[in-house]
T-cell receptor, first 109, second 114 residues
Framework: RKEVEQDPGPFNVPEGATVAFNCTYS??????FFWYRQDCRKEPKLLMS???SGNEDGRFTAQLNRASQYISLLIRDSKLSDSATYLC??????????FGKGTTLSVSS | GAVVSQHPSWVICKSGTSVKIECRSL??????MFWYRQFPKQSLMLMAT?????????EQGVEKDKFLINHASLTLSTLTVTSAHPEDSSFYIC??????????FGSGTRLTVV
């Protein structure tokens, strides 16, 4: 099975900080990617989809580098509510989602 | 949006008993359902893929006779953990494909085997 590797974390940052996570994937055939957010003991929630070079939604920016096979997630002006585990996800063969191990972010006041 | 209802949210059972987890798609037809398992501080690991009306496809290392999957209708898939043991204690979650390459997740089931 193809692998998805993420920064080990955890990332501990103060409110207002900018933080970036990286994720590498091994399946060069993957066309789309996702960043999910998972709170403790909850199901993952879709944060962003990345289909081309990148995507931006408010404080969140995702970028895709196909040549180097990595995806990044940038969070600007971190909020306490951003504290969660962020999962990098790549669909395999257009079906099942393959998850990275996740990167834990803790934002403190 | 597409919703998958998963029950129960949490269950505690005695070692040796069986537990059934249900996932229902409420407003769409889920031809394919994925079952994941997540241990503490670990990633979601795909256990099996179930397709309506056919046998599930299990990932390597997942015992098909222990984790029984039934997907008899387009709106219901079940996972039964048979003869549960403490090492089966985990967070089990289902996911279905919706339209346009989208996925939706159930809310998860936290299983504790004592």
């Amino acid at each position: 099975r193809k692998e998805v590797e993420q920064d080990p974390g955890p990332f501990n940052v103060p409110e207002g900080a900018t933080v970036a996570f990286n994720c590498t994937y091994s399946n060069s055939a993957s066309q789309s990617f996702f960043w999910y957010r998972q709170d403790c003991r909850k199901e993952p929630k879709l944060l962003m989809s990345v289909y081309s070079s990148g995507n931006e939604d408010g404080r969140f920016t995702a970028q895709l580098n196909r040549a180097s096979q990595y995806i990044s997630l940038l969070i600007r002006d971190s909020k306490l509510s951003d504290s969660a585990t962020y999962l990098c996800v790549a669909p395999e063969g257009g079906t099942a989602l393959i998850f990275g191990k996740g990167t834990t972010l803790s934002v403190s006041s | 949006g597409a919703v998958v209802s998963q029950h129960p949210s949490w269950v505690i059972c005695k070692s040796g008993t069986s537990v059934k987890i249900e996932c229902r798609s409420l407003d769409f037809q889920a031809t394919t359902m994925f079952w994941y398992r997540q241990f503490p501080k670990q990633s979601l690991m795909l256990m099996a893929t179930s397709n309506e009306g056919s046998k599930a496809t299990y990932e390597q290392g997942v015992e098909k006779d222990k984790f029984l999957i039934n997907h008899a209708s387009l709106t219901l898939s079940t996972l039964t953990v048979t003869s549960a043991h403490p090492e089966d204690s985990s967070f089990y979650i289902c996911s279905a494909m919706t339209g346009g390459n989208g996925y939706t997740f159930g809310s998860g089931t936290r299983l504790t085997v004592v």
